[in-house]
């Protein structure tokens, strides 16, 4: 029986890999995927059932009034934001409005998990730069452009390790990369950046065309669960994300969340403010009892390890669900006080030869 023939490169490519939920009835830390440990504000909660009263309806494709939100947030025209269903797909389309079959994707590795598997669904080529010390090494990125080259993925803070650009290192590799290519700037993480020095994508879009800055409201605003992402960048970028666009993918429910959720931002970001105020006294510890912890300036801390499978293990048998790199390290997610207690003592028992 002959079977249907599919891509060649899926051979090639695995799939994205999330970090561990719970079991149905097990009681777990989950600091696998980097997410807000505070419940919904109630009138985001509200926004949202009031929202899924009404989901006979499709929801509006061009999602028309939060963009205009974030371009009066962000001090730009409405024509210079696309929004998707999350940051993840902003990126996929990225790559699909620049890329052609053979064109290349350069970013920095290890960096977030899912960038060569979408340069790979495009037809692109992959080109992962190492980390210089758990860092973005822009020279020898800036290096790795070639004549193929049509996009350039910057993570920062860099998932999963933590250290964020500074505003410098960028705008001097914004001058070596020819204007053709795209160059953007994933982040996802801005507002847990507490380092004065580190990158502000939005104060280098005027003066290069060629920039993208993309950001999310699954991290710092909560909403893992509801997708919403936004990418600002020229009208004409803009304009050619919305023409790939899926059709209302932007859910009703996650439109009124987001809209909520910049409503009392204020009070959102107070709580960002308690997980970044926790961060480095997590680092510090970690760091004392012998692990290499590079800067953090996301919600999360890094463990490099060779030995992840058996922290990851340790991790679990503690209560803590983290997120394992295999042969590279191990992600943790900044949590409640508690939860960052338990953390210690894992990470602790960690050290100690299994």
């Known amino acids: 029986m002959s079977t249907p023939r599919l891509r060649p490169v899926l051979g090639t490519m695995g799939a994205y890999k999330p970090g561990r939920r719970p079991a149905a009835g097990q009681v777990m830390s989950r600091l696998a995927s980097n997410e807000m440990p505070y419940p919904l504000l109630p009138s985001v909660a509200a926004a949202i059932t009031a929202a899924l009263s009404e989901s006979n309806r499709y929801p509006d494709p061009s999602v028309t009034v939060l963009t205009e939100r974030l371009a009066a947030k962000h001090g730009v025209d409405p024509g210079r934001v696309a929004v998707g269903c999350g940051s993840v797909q902003l990126v996929q389309e990225l790559i699909g409005i620049a890329c052609d079959a053979g064109d290349e994707v350069v970013f920095g590795w290890r960096s977030f998990e899912a960038y060569p598997t979408l340069a790979a669904i495009a037809g692109a080529a992959a080109v992962p730069v190492p980390l210089l010390d758990h860092h973005l090494d822009l020279t020898a990125m800036a290096a790795a452009v070639t004549d193929r080259t049509r996009l350039v993925i910057l993570c920062s803070p860099?998932?999963?390790?933590?250290?964020?650009?500074?505003?410098?290192e960028v705008v001097a590799f914004l001058g070596q990369v020819p204007r053709h290519v795209l160059v953007v700037i994933d982040e996802a993480y801005a507002e847990f950046v507490d380092d004065p020095a580190a990158v502000n994508g939005f104060t280098l879009l005027d003066q290069h065309p060629n920039l993208v800055v993309v950001r999310t409201f699954?991290?710092?605003?909560?909403?893992?669960?509801?997708?919403?992402?936004?990418?600002?960048?020229?009208?004409?970028?803009?304009?050619?994300?919305?023409?790939?666009?899926?059709?209302?993918?932007?859910?009703?429910?996650a439109q009124a969340a987001a809209l909520a959720s910049l409503a009392v931002e204020d009070q959102l970001l107070a709580q960002v403010a308690t997980v970044v105020e926790l961060r480095e006294p997590l680092r510090k510890e970690l760091v004392g009892m012998g692990w290499d912890v590079p800067p953090a300036q996301g919600n999360f801390v890094w463990l490099p390890t060779d030995y992840s499978d058996r922290v990851t293990a340790v991790f679990e048998q503690h209560g803590i669900l983290v997120r394992g790199f295999p042969g590279e390290g191990v992600r943790i997610t900044v949590g409640?006080?508690?939860?960052?207690?338990?953390?210690?003592?894992?990470?602790?028992?960690?050290?100690?030869p299994q």
């Open 158 to 168: 860099n998932n999963p390790t933590g250290p964020a650009l500074s505003q410098a």
């Open 218 to 253: 699954s991290k710092a605003y909560g909403l893992a669960g509801l997708r919403v992402g936004y990418a600002v960048g020229t009208a004409q970028v803009a304009g050619a994300l919305r023409q790939v666009h899926l059709p209302f993918s932007v859910t009703i429910a």
């Open 336 to 352: 409640l006080p508690e939860d960052n207690a338990k953390v210690v003592i894992a990470a602790h028992a960690a050290l100690v």
